[in-house]
């Protein structure tokens, strides 16, 4: 069984950083191209990074230049390292594969971009 937990978010000021983390586990992850995806209130679900298997990254525009994904194989885990967070960064961010399956959602981890 698939399962990806999601941790790292919280409420930060404007300007602030993070480091999200995605464990995974029941996955050959190290052959699987994952991404990053950010849920608001109201909306879909949206894709905001993805790395593939042999570490090529990809950004959505409106954060490229602030975060970061990176993966570590060896421990099956997943990174997001957010930086300069602006208000209309807050949402609930989820790792799955890229593109997605639909059976691999976690709980997610809420990030809060407030002063």
């Known amino acids: 069984q698939v399962q990806l937990v999601e941790s790292g978010g919280g409420l930060v000021q404007p300007g602030g950083s993070l480091r999200l983390s995605c464990a995974a586990s029941?996955?050959?992850?190290?052959?699987?191209?994952m991404g990053w995806y950010r849920q608001v209130p109201g909306k879909q679900r949206a894709l905001v990074a993805t790395?593939?298997?042999?570490?090529?990254?990809s950004y959505v525009g409106s954060v490229k230049g602030r975060f970061t994904i990176s993966r570590d194989n060896a421990k099956n885990t997943l990174y997001l390292q957010i930086n300069g967070l602006k208000p209309e960064d807050t949402g609930v961010y989820y790792c799955?594969?890229?593109?997605?399956?639909?059976?691999?959602w976690g709980q997610g981890t809420q990030v809060t971009v407030s002063s």
């Open positions: 029941g996955i050959i992850f190290s052959g699987n191209a």
């Open positions: 799955n594969a890229a593109p997605v399956r639909r059976d691999y």
């Open positions: 790395i593939t298997s042999t570490g090529i990254t």
